[in-house]
């Protein structure tokens, strides 16, 4: 199986795994990469699509590995598939590949870098860009960008970029520490001694900086005057603009020696080192680089004192804190006690409510049957009463009908006046009980 086929295999792991690796899989990945563009008989373009769903460091770590193995056709492919970016994650996997190649080739590294920014030099950074830069070049361990300055023929894409990594350093919204930002700053007038630009970018970025030195501690200024005064010379007038006049350099120690004496041992050394002017120089150089160091040093030293005055004064918030908080789970404490006892008369009330609810229902029942059985008495007292009358009408209308004729009787004068008595005696004994036939003397 091919390197290529393996990282493909790899890639398709990841993807079921949603992007997720750990150490042991981007240290494989990694080396896959440097095999596949490493071997010269594999074409490195059939792994692109592999290399999508991999994490970006993965892919940093690997590319910055083969990078100086590379021939200028391998990457210029490589770089023709780092098209523009289009989302946050193919933004991160630029900036952390540009970062990968900063010690190793600043002119890609910084035409990378001047890829992420947006297309109009004045366009703003937007916060997943700013967040990005934060996090690649000034996290954990913050990078020296000096070798950006490798291309020499302009100055354009340079500043643009330096411009961009000095307004996200200083930017207060990120809280990127102070000795980050003093190598940072440190490092872009290194470049500006050593390109001398006189380009309105250089301009505003000299000017950013001379507002973010004046929120220094002094000493932490005056190292850095003397650290680049000592180093470039010849730009003190630019280093003057932006922190005052060079200051003079720490006076050295008394030798014990006269002037130009060296020791035996050291003699032959020394004379051919005179004698090679362009090590003399180096060595100068690399000494006076020390020496700026020494002095950054003990600019360090000011800061973690600052630093300790800083934690004593956290420490004693946090024990305030500690006092508060303490204050606060007593009455929390206390609070969840009231809480306990509103909770119990809660339950109580609930159980007096259902009592409550229950004589409730137990009486809307014992009503209902009262009327049921009120109901039912009414029913059978009307009942009775009615039956009552009607005996009673009978009995009356009994003795009224004892002498009426019979039906097959002959009607006479003297039986119709019978009849007729006993008629009007009928309608009296019904107006006795309360039957009223007669409505008015013409309707009889």
């Known amino acids: 199986m091919s390197a290529i086929d393996e990282l493909k295999n790899v890639a398709k792991v990841v993807k079921s795994k949603k992007g997720r690796m750990d150490a042991r899989e981007r240290e494989v990945a990694s080396e896959l990469i440097v095999s596949v563009w490493k071997d010269a008989s594999l074409d490195p373009s059939e792994s692109f699509s592999a290399l999508e769903p991999l994490q970006s460091e993965a892919i940093a770590e690997g590319i910055a590995q083969v990078w100086g193995n590379l021939t200028d056709d391998r990457r210029k492919l490589f770089d023709n598939w780092l098209s523009k970016p289009k989302n946050e994650r193919s933004s991160r996997r630029l900036a952390l590949l540009s970062a990968s190649l900063l010690q190793i080739d600043g002119i890609t590294s910084l035409n990378w870098l001047n890829r992420l920014l ?73 470049i500006a001694a050593e390109r001398s630009p006189e380009t309105a970018e250089w301009k505003a970025i000299q000017n950013r900086i001379e ?31 932006i922190m005052g006049r060079c200051e003079a350099p720490p006076p050295t120690p008394t030798p014990t020696r006269q002037p130009g004496e060296v020791s035996d041992e050291l003699r032959p050394l020394v004379e051919n080192l005179v004698e090679d002017k362009a ?37 004693r918030r946090l024990e305030e804190s500690q006092v ?6 007593a009455a929390m404490k206390r609070l969840e006690g009231d809480l306990e006892d509103s909770i119990a008369k809660t339950k109580q009330a609930n159980l007096q409510i259902v009592e409550i609810e229950r004589a409730n229902r137990m009486t809307k029942e014992n009503l209902e049957a009262d009327r049921d059985r009120l109901r039912q008495q009414i029913t059978a007292n009307a009942v009775g009463r009615v039956e009552e009358f009607k005996n009673n009408l009978a009995i009356v209308l009994a003795r ?36 009223k036939v007669r409505r008015s003397r013409g309707a009889v």
């Open 211 to 241: 507002i973010e030195i004046k929120r220094w501690p002094q000493p932490l200024v005056r190292q850095l005057n003397r650290a680049l005064c000592i180093r470039f010379p010849e730009a003190q007038p630019v280093f003057t603009k």
């Open 324 to 329: 508060r908080e303490s204050s606060l789970q």
């Open 400 to 435: 009224l009908i004892r002498d009426l004729p019979n039906r097959e009787e002959r009607l006479t004068p003297e039986v119709g006046n019978i009849v007729f008595l006993q008629f009007h005696q009928f309608l009296d004994a019904l107006d006795a009980q309360g039957i």
């Open 118 to 190: 947006p297309a109009n030099s004045k366009g703003k950074i937007t916060r997943e860009l700013g967040q990005i830069l934060v996090s690649v070049f000034f996290g954990t361990k913050p990078l020296r960008i000096t070798r950006l300055a490798e291309e020499r023929r302009g100055t354009e894409d340079l500043g643009r970029v330096v411009r961009t990594l000095l307004e996200v350093a200083v930017d207060d919204h990120w809280a990127v520490e102070l000795m980050v930002r003093y190598r940072l700053v440190e490092d872009i007038l290194t």
């Open 279 to 315: 090590l003399k120089t180096l060595f100068d150089r690399r000494l006076a680089a020390i020496s700026a160091e020494i002095e950054e040093l003990k600019a360090l030293v000011i800061v973690v004192a600052e630093r300790e005055t800083a934690l004593k004064d956290a420490e």
